[in-house]
Nanobody
Framework: QVQLQESGPGLVKPSQTLSLTCVVSGASITSNDYYWGWIRQTPGKGLEWMAAISYGGVPYYTPSLKVRTSISRDTSKNQFALMLRSVTPEDTAVYFC????????????WGQGTQVTVSS
């Protein structure tokens, strides 16, 4: 069974960089035809797709966050990560990692989510 587990700092100060990691078990992040992504949920905006990385290591970003976002992977640890720079209180959300069948949809396995609060 595919399992994903997010980890993050919980609390980040404004202007700092948020770093999140997703550890995957039960599947390889290099398996053909799957994408590994980050999605966040805020009370005001609902679910927002942020970024994804393909089985071949190609990154994809939502245009509104592209300037501040970086996605990467460590195939030796079977995990992938997200960095969000210059955070503001509007970045407060529950952050999920997930597996998808394309770079922006088809999310079939999700982590449980990690709450991140941006506050001074």
């Amino acid at each position: 069974q595919v399992q994903l587990q997010e980890s993050g700092p919980g609390l980040v100060k404004p202007s700092q960089t948020l770093s999140l990691t997703c550890v995957v078990s039960g599947a390889s992040i290099t398996s053909n035809d799957y994408y590994w992504g980050w999605i966040r949920q805020t009370p005001g905006k609902g679910l927002e797709w942020m970024a994804a990385i393909s089985y071949g290591g190609v990154p994809y970003y939502t245009p509104s966050l592209k300037v501040r976002t970086s996605i990467s992977r460590d195939t030796s640890k079977n995990q992938f990560a997200l960095m969000l720079r210059s955070v503001t209180p509007e970045d407060t959300a529950v952050y999920f990692c997930a597996r998808g069948t394309s770079w922006f949809t088809g999310w079939d396995y999700w982590g449980q989510g990690t709450q991140v609060t941006v506050s001074s």
